[in-house]
């Protein structure tokens, strides 16, 4: 662990600047680094009993690193190419189990804390644009700089996050330079398809308006739940998700809207079934067959209130009858939060942000758990259920020309894994990002 910590302090601190110039619009390839170093401890916490998924109640420290090269090419008129190789190494607390909010959203569950380097994306977009009006488009990791028109159609296929084109907001998405927790990264209730390190394979259709988009994605889905197998029976295994996107201004100040649906198909298992098959051990995986879906919604709004203050609200649903297939046991999420600018105090590209979630699961999920189930994530052993309930803020700092940042952060968290019995539990991190 100490040589993860060594290794990230030093490319930090070794990380060149690049002047972006004009000259970048007439560019055929793009190279963007990128590498987080978190740290997070929590003291020890009361808790009546604990089981197989459980947040450990002593006292922990863990450290998690990614790194991450972006590069990006022009191949003909509307047409790039990406390609991320990536390395992640560390652990999260407990590896990575025990709250479905967890604490750190640069962590995977992938069992092994050393590191390992994969092909995070590898994806190309080919864009048809029409009419006279022309956005810019900047320069930056996976987006090479161009002038594309208001209106166009764009399709994307192959490796990537579905989180990168779907379910975005400008105050809370990346665990890498806002809000750590799992569900302030996206929608919570969202469980969107991808493998153990959180990619899929797949095709995206955008539909770009000047005021407005619409998104498609259908993508494969693991043979197991957390899984890093895909599913081949497409035909019984898939995911479709659909984005409406609407921009909007109030008094000058721009807002987006977007409502998000989407439908899962894979080899799931069911709560319900699982409970009635065995009462005292119910074990989801004993039930899983094709057939089965797990669907659901989300809505999420950001609003600029002035040039340095801007506040996001999320809500998100699925059904809850079939068991959590990729991302984290949350079948209702509620979340809503602010992020106020340096500028405010005289501090440039400094931010401090503050949110606040509630995370709750349907009652087959609860009655699984009750029951003594485990899911891929959380269980106790028993349940006395509660809302699980999260607070967190950060205060980021720009520490070398803003090129790397400092940012210490603070979770509470109340019901870890909706468990009345345990916790709360107190989380502080730090992280150390630098990009260029």
Sequence with gaps: MKKIILLGIATLLAAPTFAQTDSLFKKRFNLHFQQTVIT????????????????????????????????????WKGAEAYFNPEMSGGKG?????????????????IGSPEPAIYIARAYLVQTFGWGKEVDTIADDANQLASYRKKRYFSITAGKFGLSDFFDNNAFSHDARSQFMNWSLMANGAWDYPANTRGYVFGVVFELGQPTWALRLATTMVTTTANG??????????????????????????????????????????????????????????ETRAYGRNKYGFGINIEQNINANLGVFAKTSYNDGKT??????????????????????????????????????????????????????IIGDGKLNYAPE????????????????????????????AYNKDRGPVHVFSLRAHVEF
């Design 40 to 75: 997070q401890t929590k003291p020890g916490f009361s808790a009546a009993y604990s089981g197989a998924n459980s947040l450990s109640n002593a006292h922990e420290t863990a450290t998690s690193l990614t790194t991450t090269l972006f590069g990006g090419a022009r191949l």
């Design 93 to 109: 607390f407990s590896q990575a189990v025990g709250v479905a909010g967890f604490p750190n959203g640069e962590t995977f569950r």
């Design 228 to 285: 890093s197998i895909w599913d081949g029976k497409i035909g019984k295994a898939h995911a479709f998700t659909l984005e409406y996107e609407k921009r909007y201004q109030i008094s000058g100040q721009k807002g987006t809207l977007r409502v998000l649906g989407y439908d899962n198909a894979a080899k799931m298992g069911d709560y319900r079934l699982a409970v009635a098959q065995n009462p005292i051990a119910p074990d989801i995986t």
């Design 323 to 376: 068991e959590t297939w990729a991302f984290t046991e949350i079948d209702r999420s509620v979340s809503l939060g602010a992020i106020l600018k340096g500028d405010s105090w005289n501090q440039k590209d400094a931010e401090i942000g503050l949110a606040f979630v509630g995370n709750g699961i349907s009652k087959d999920h609860r009655d699984y758990l009750a029951h003594g189930g485990y899911g891929f």
């Design 389 to 416: 309930m999260i607070a967190e803020t950060y205060y980021k700092v720009n520490v070398y020309q803003r090129k790397f940042f400092l940012s210490p952060d603070y979770q509470f968290i109340l019901h870890p």
